[in-house]
C-alpha cells in the first residue's frame, strides 16, 4: 500500500491489483458502509442534523511497463484526430480493473440535506 502526500484529501491509498489489494478496499467499502449507517442513525434521531454521505470511488493505473497501455494510447490519438478544435488537453480515460496494474482508492464526503 502507498500514501502520496500530494493527492487530493479525498485520496486514501493506492494497492496492487491483486487479492490483498481487493481485500483492502472491501475494507474500506466496509468502513464507509459503518460510516453512513451512523449518519442515518444520528438523523433519525435529531431532525435538524445535517447528515453526511460518504461513497467509495476506485480507479485503475495502468503502471509502468503495462502491455494494455497501448491499446489505451491508440484510443487517445483516435480521439485527438476526431477533436476538430485541439485545446492541448489529453483525452480522458477510464481504465479497466482487468486492465490495471494497481487501484487508486478515494472517499467522497458531502452533506446531505
Not at 10 to 25: H, K, L, M, P, S
Not at 33 to 58: G, M, P, T, W
Not at 63 to 85: C, L, P, V, W
Not at 90 to 96: D, E, K, M
Request: overall charge positive.
Amino acid at each position: 500500500m502507498t500514501t502520496h502526500p500530494n493527492r487530493s484529501e479525498n485520496y486514501r491509498f493506492t494497492v496492487n491489483n491483486d487479492a490483498e489489494g481487493q481485500i483492502r478496499i472491501a475494507q474500506l467499502r466496509k468502513e464507509v458502509c459503518i460510516f453512513n449507517a451512523e449518519e442515518r442513525l444520528k438523523a433519525l434521531k435529531d431532525s435538524s442534523y445535517a447528515r453526511q454521505i460518504a461513497k467509495v470511488d476506485i480507479f485503475g493505473r495502468l503502471g509502468k511497463n503495462n502491455a494494455n497501455a497501448q491499446s489505451y494510447r491508440d484510443a487517445a490519438k483516435k480521439q485527438r484526430e476526431n477533436f476538430t478544435r485541439n485545446w492541448g488537453a489529453s483525452p480522458y480515460q477510464r481504465i479497466a480493473m482487468v486492465d490495471a496494474v494497481t487501484i487508486d482508492s478515494y472517499v467522497r464526503v458531502w452533506t446531505h440535506r
